[in-house]
């Protein structure tokens, strides 16, 4: 009996409270060695308890993943880049038929990724998935969530308190979506909603305090969502829209607009003012992508692929676009999402 109780413990001699804090202390990049000391250590530190422990601790660290595939068309695959651009190898892909889905979308929700809908089939005839995956960091692993009620792909989506908001996009044989959805975590259900305004084209949206942007491609219009107050507004731009990626950085939006050509764009919500920021023209550029890494916005070329740019909007750096050698792909960018754990 006291070996079945010793058993138990994560480090014999301590409560397993102590013996969380201590080892959730360490950083990432020890829990591989940590691992193999024993078995207990090993399923401590590939838990969600570990997890948890170390979001109360503050020792927390944050991890650029970024999904992209090695030819255009191939199938795709994950990469991971510590805050330094260490890169630490891949994460596992979503459980199939996801590597060969279009027009899916990926978010972080609660520090998960969550991989949602999107199409296969052809063009002409798209057949519509109402799948939705997470990706846990803790244990490595993906697992199915609840499926959203209408099956849809090149949606738009936003988290605002906690909530998933999923907006319009198509369904199957392309039929346009004005509905939205909401999806609630800790009951693991989504809510049908209606939405004022038809879909137009591939779109995007963001979220600022309470409120949900939501950008359709082909119109200067956007779409306010107050989700507190449950109500919709207008607002609009000067130029017809054609974005094709973007990021958030310091509640601001940067994009990418097919209309803006040499551009990047840029909408402060909070001031309603617009600006335009001339990007690198190297060879490629009009198909490169946005993301975000260390309070910085990275411009991800396709060509030559894997090289990266950098800008963090300041007037201390000059709002300049530099080099970023520690990050290089080794293959084309699709999406990038920031976790922590």
Not at 199 to 208: K, T
Request: aromatic share 12%; with cysteine; proline share 5%.
């Amino acid at each position: 009996m006291e070996e079945e109780e010793e058993e138990e413990w994560i480090i014999p001699g301590l409560t397993n409270d102590v013996a969380a804090l201590i080892l959730s202390r360490f950083p990432r990049s020890h829990i591989r060695v940590l691992s193999q000391v024993c078995r207990r250590w090993k399923k401590f530190l590939r838990s969600e308890d570990c997890n948890d422990v170390r979001k109360l601790t503050g020792t927390m660290e944050e991890f650029m993943c970024v999904l992209m595939e090695d030819k255009p068309g191939t199938d795709v695959y994950w990469e991971v880049f510590d805050s330094s651009g260490n890169k630490l190898g891949r994460i596992p892909n979503v459980p199939n038929p996801g590597p060969r889905k279009w027009g899916y979308g990926v978010t972080v929700l609660n520090e998960k990724i969550l991989f949602i809908g999107g199409f296969m089939g052809g063009i002409a005839c798209p057949i519509a998935s109402a799948d939705v995956y997470e990706f846990s960091p803790a244990t490595n692993s993906w697992r199915k969530l609840a499926d959203m009620n209408t099956p849809r792909y090149n949606f738009s989506l936003a988290e605002v308190d906690g909530l998933l908001y999923v907006f319009r996009g198509c369904t199957k044989y392309g039929y346009p979506l004005s509905s939205y959805e909401v999806y609630n975590p800790e009951t693991n259900q989504w809510t049908l909603e209606d939405s004022p305004n038809t879909h137009v084209d591939i779109g995007f949206a963001f979220s600022s305090t309470s409120k949900i942007y939501v950008f359709d491609n082909g119109t200067p219009i956007i779409d306010i969502y107050d989700t507190k107050a449950n109500t919709w507004a207008k607002l609009r731009s000067d130029e017809i829209m054609g974005v094709y990626s973007y990021t958030v950085l310091r509640n601001k939006v940067y994009f990418l607009d097919s209309e803006l050509s040499g551009c990047l764009g840029l909408l402060d919500p909070e001031t309603d003012t617009w600006f335009s920021v001339n990007v690198p023209t190297e060879p490629g550029g009009s198909q490169s992508k946005l993301g975000r890494w260390n309070d910085k916005v990275l411009l991800f070329l396709q060509n030559p692929v894997g090289k990266t740019k950098m800008n963090g909007f300041t007037k201390e750096e000059g709002y300049r676009w530099r080099d970023c050698d520690q990050i290089k792909l080794s293959g084309y960018h699709l999406f990038n999402v920031l976790i922590k754990f």
